[in-house]
């Protein structure tokens, strides 16, 4: 019945108490009987849209659905989508997305659960869910649900920004160890990227004196440059353009303490949480963040 839907979607969508959970444990209670297979998919994939990981949860367990493996891996996939973030993922959110990946796996027919979890094994990689991967190779251990080998995984392991969630994946391929507990793994050292890559020596020097171009500023990097004169180009430029141009100024000899801090706080620097893991060369925006905060911390000392 759509009514049914509207009303489920509509009180999910503006009630605030803190006994939201309760509620609508009621509510799927009384009303998930009246949806239709298409309305009640609607609704589930209206949760993922919400990365509400314990009400998915509960009108699964409520409704008596059985999940089709497509279901499984579209909902899952919306829901690693709006969960992750590659600055800062607190344990609470490590937490749900494992919760819902073990748990999705109840509402499946049985003989799709190994399926579910090698592609669950997937996204705990390429979304760097580290409490998930290792729950996912603890239950391997029992299930052997992982039947690829690990050269199958090449191409996830190169794109996923933590390289130490590539060294567990390794490893357990390797000797069967699935590393660490996840929260000791969170809180151990931090990735440290290589920053002295050569991307700003290559292809992002050509980029610069090619935006340089279009700015009419061809000799802004030149020795005889002055402070003022770098300064002012920093105050009008389009950030849009990308962060070659602003790599060489902060490199520049007249670029003083100042004008590096000036490129760091319009350059967004503070988006980068001192948690984030990350692989500057795929990113030049990254290198070009890290590189600046550790000049400026070295001169301020």
Known sequence: MKEVLEE???????????????????????????????????YMFFLADLANV???????????????????????????????????????EHERISNLFVKTAL??????????????FELAIRFDFICALQNLLARDKEMHFITKNLSY?????????????????????QIGEIGADWKAFLDSYKYIPDIFVNYFESEGKEICKENLKSYKKSKLLSKNTTLDELDAFVDQYNWDDGVEIPYF????????????????????????????????????????????KEMIEKEEK
């Open 8 to 42: 489920l979607i509509s009180f999910t969508s503006s009630y605030r108490g803190k006994d939201l959970r309760d509620k609508c444990r009621e509510l799927y209670e009384q009303k998930s009987k009246h949806l239709d297979d298409a309305e009640k998919e609607t």
């Open 249 to 292: 100024i902060m490199h520049h000899k007249n670029c003083d303490l100042a004008l590096r801090k000036k490129l760091f706080e319009l350059g967004a620097g503070d988006c980068i949480d001192e948690k984030t893991y990350v692989d500057t060369k795929k990113d030049p925006w990254k290198q070009f963040i890290l590189e600046l």
């Open 153 to 173: 995984y090449d191409d996830i392991l190169s794109e996923q920004q933590d390289l130490r969630i590539a060294e567990n994946v390794k490893k357990y391929f």
């Open 107 to 120: 509402y499946l027919d049985t003989e799709q659960v190994d399926s579910y979890f090698a592609y669950a």
């Open 54 to 92: 314990s009400l998915f949860l509960l009108f699964c367990e409520e409704s008596a659905i059985t999940l089709t493996l497509e279901q499984a891996k579209k909902i899952s996939l919306m829901f690693s989508e709006k969960i992750y973030s590659p600055y800062q993922m607190y344990d609470v």
